[in-house]
DNA sequence: TCAGTGGTGTTATGAGATAACATCACATGC
DNA sequence: GCATGTGATGTTATCTCATAACACCACTGA
């Protein structure tokens, strides 16, 4: 994050009714598919919404033990692999850190504006990649994920 | 790579003369630009010039010395990132790897089509984030730079 | 009751990247 | 020539990120 703006301040964090709702849901439909929603992977998503931005994986590690112990990297890390499996969370790779999904779309490609001042995150819908799928169309490829990360600033450090 | 096919050939590598006349091209735009393109710089460079493909950085690291003697880490990493900023190679977050710049762009952010089987990859021209530069002017993002990358199967391994 | 499958706990280790600091090369101005 | 500033390198150590491997457990269906 920031090394040219100091305000760490964008919409925060979702109310603890927010997060108890997305977590029920998320329950409900993983149940009806016929998944297992194991503590640990509810405890690894409602740490990731509860955040409300993108977080490191050490972090949810540290974070993990409602008594303040930490997990076992593997825990946090199978977690995360079936939550990013099921369209739950995102990987962000050019941050190397885990984000809860905010999109209803259960299946999809995800694009994210990352802000490099403050950390916020913004995932935006499917369309920005039409281009892509464009291109791959040409090369001759068949695309089966993408990783589509803009980096850059926020409106409220922009402001700033 | 390739969980579910095993050839491991695509266009491959630029041939000897290739890489040099790129190395001369490189050279002596970034002289002429004031910049100094030292022997490590070069020597990097030229690894992922004559690898035609992501190359992990501790395999530069270890293919560093001629005479077989590994680098150590910052060396091969300080010059990635000259070679980075100057665009002469690209960072592709999703595979922790690093490329050549294939295209003659100077200052660009590319997109990527590579194949999760035999591990080619291309790049292709801008345009590909036209959608993206559009969703960030909406939310008022101010973007710097696009991590764009499309994993799948190439035409040769689609073939197999 | 007995496999088979998928999830977890635990230990250890592998892979990717950088901090910090001393030293060196080179250009500029005196 | 010689001081001085700047950018590049060498070197050591460490940090962060992620997974391998294996034992154990819970649930399901024969
Ligand atoms: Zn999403
Ligand atoms: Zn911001
Ligand atoms: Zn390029
Ligand atoms: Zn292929």
Request: charge should be negative; proline fraction near 5%.
């Amino acid at each position: 994050m920031g090394e040219a703006c100091h305000h760490h301040h964008h919409d925060g964090p979702p109310t603890a009714a927010d997060v108890e709702r997305a977590l029920g849901d998320a329950d409900a439909r993983l149940t009806a598919e016929g998944e297992r929603m194991t503590a640990a992977r509810l405890r690894v998503l409602e740490l990731l919404l509860a955040a409300g931005e993108p977080v490191k994986a050490y972090d949810l590690i540290a974070r993990f033990g409602t008594d303040g112990q930490p997990a076992k990297p593997p825990t946090v890390y199978r977690a995360l692999e079936f939550l990013e499996r099921k369209g739950l969370a995102h990987r962000i790779a050019s941050i190397s850190a885990y984000v809860a999904c905010s999109s209803g779309t259960i299946d999809h490609s995800a694009a994210f504006l990352i802000c490099d001042c403050c950390g916020a995150t913004e995932e935006v819908a499917a369309p920005v990649a039409e281009g892509l799928d464009r291109a791959a169309r040409a090369a001759g490829y068949a695309i089966v994920r993408t990783t589509v990360e803009a980096h850059g600033r926020c409106p409220a450090c922009l402001a700033a």
